[in-house]
């Protein structure tokens, strides 16, 4: 995701999964799954608190500044210009057709299955403490892209490979992967630094993130969003800590590898280089602090009102009502979001990546999600879903 996802069950929503705009670095396998949209009343659907409703349509009203010109939205668009938060459920349900996502699935056979359940995984906006300087504390930095770095777009040679990338650097007349972390840190690449941070594993979940804001010493933000990334593959450093012994599977958790790490500072790096890949920033000045970090789409996203889908199923600005429930940590919820954002994990008919919003509560949330989710489209009365 221009936002846009190491651990076991708490975090590995958050952080296993977590949404990033960076595309997937391998081709796809031939597709075998679809989805299917079922048409169904409102009265099919699970009931929700009014107030469930709100979010969803602040965010359609900010998905409208993309798609107010489009076929089929121009009049649903201009009624949410007009609706207020306390309408919003009454809005939805006036002006939209429910369809429920189901996956379909052939097997090698060709035996075909429906499922009405998936998964869902949550995200959120990390909060940093840091400097444009270097200075103690702030002395890990957050690096924009180095200038050795080349990024190959792999469809303008094979069209099949839209949305592929190639990174590497020149060795010669040959193009070489790039760098590992482990070998990036034995760089200097001060020169490429836009901020410095406090702390190495909150600057290693802001990669995993994709973006975030960071607290200057004045009190002022200064936001960073994907700009690259080197091009190895995301391995979690999760299961490489339980196996080492530094921590038990149950204790996996932001909270408990930071309080790890600051017990161990001499250990962090070996940790933190189990993971070969490693995003690149770019200070985002064309965001409004008090506004959500930029989604796939273009647009801010709206706390617990924006999900991250797979493109290939869900058109960005689709208002989706989620239906959700897990167990170890309980969670149970039904909302209505819009889908705004993309990720790199997010792949499937019924796969979701919720948007918690920005902070150390937000992060708890995402690291706790891990759910069974079903889900309903929302499409403007008489716009049929498009064929599966």
């Not at 901020?195 to 909150?202: H, I, S, T």
């Not at 000045?285 to 506004?291: A, G, H, L, S």
């Not at 239906?323 to 008919?349: H, L, S």
Request: hydrophobic share 35%; proline share 7%.
């Amino acid at each position: 995701m221009q936002f846009s996802r190491i651990f076991s069950a708490t975090l590995l929503a958050a952080l296993l999964a977590a949404c990033t705009t960076t595309p997937p670095e391998k081709p796809t396998e031939p597709q075998k799954t679809q989805i299917v949209f079922k048409k169904v009343d409102f009265s099919a659907l699970p009931t929700m608190p009014d107030q469930n409703w709100e979010p969803a349509l602040e965010a359609l009203k900010i998905s409208c500044r993309k798609m107010s010109a489009q076929a089929g939205w121009e009049d649903v668009c201009a009624k949410a210009s007009r609706t207020t938060a306390f309408e919003a459920k009454e809005f939805f349900l006036e002006n939209f057709t429910p369809y429920q996502s189901l996956s379909q699935n052939t097997d090698a056979q060709g035996n075909v299955s429906l499922s009405d359940t998936g998964k869902m995984t949550g995200y959120y906006e990390p909060i940093l403490y840091g400097s444009r300087t270097k200075k103690a504390p702030y002395v890990y930095p957050l690096h924009t892209m180095p200038a050795d770095l080349i990024t190959v777009d792999l469809d303008e040679v094979y069209p099949k490979l839209k949305g592929m990338r190639l990174r590497g650097q020149l060795k010669g007349n040959r193009l070489v992967p790039y760098d590992s972390r482990a070998e990036l840190a034995k760089r200097n690449l001060d020169q490429y630094a836009i901020a410095w941070v406090e702390d190495p594993v909150a600057a290693f979940f802001l990669q995993v993130q994709g973006s975030g804001r960071i607290v200057l010493p004045d009190g002022t933000y200064m936001r960073v969003g994907y700009g690259d990334v080197n091009g190895h593959p995301y391995r979690g450093i999760g299961n490489y800590l339980v196996r080492q012994g530094y921590l038990k599977s149950h204790q996996l958790s932001m909270q408990s590898i930071q309080a790890w790490a600051k017990r161990n500072p001499s250990k962090v790096q070996s940790v933190l280089n189990q993971n070969p890949s490693y995003v690149f920033f770019i200070e985002r000045k064309d965001q409004d602090p008090n506004e959500g970090p930029i989604g796939s789409q273009g647009v801010p996203l709206t706390e617990k009102g924006s999900v991250a889908v797979d493109r290939r199923f869900y058109q960005m600005g689709w208002p989706v009502v989620v239906d959700v429930e897990q167990t170890n940590p309980d969670m149970k919820f039904t909302r209505a979001v819009v889908a705004q954002d993309t990720g790199g994990a997010i792949r499937g008919p019924i796969r979701f990546d919720f948007y918690w919003g920005s902070g150390d509560e937000a992060a708890l949330a995402a690291g706790r999600q891990n759910s069974r989710v079903k889900a309903w489209v929302l499409l403007p009365n008489g716009m049929n879903p498009p064929s599966s």
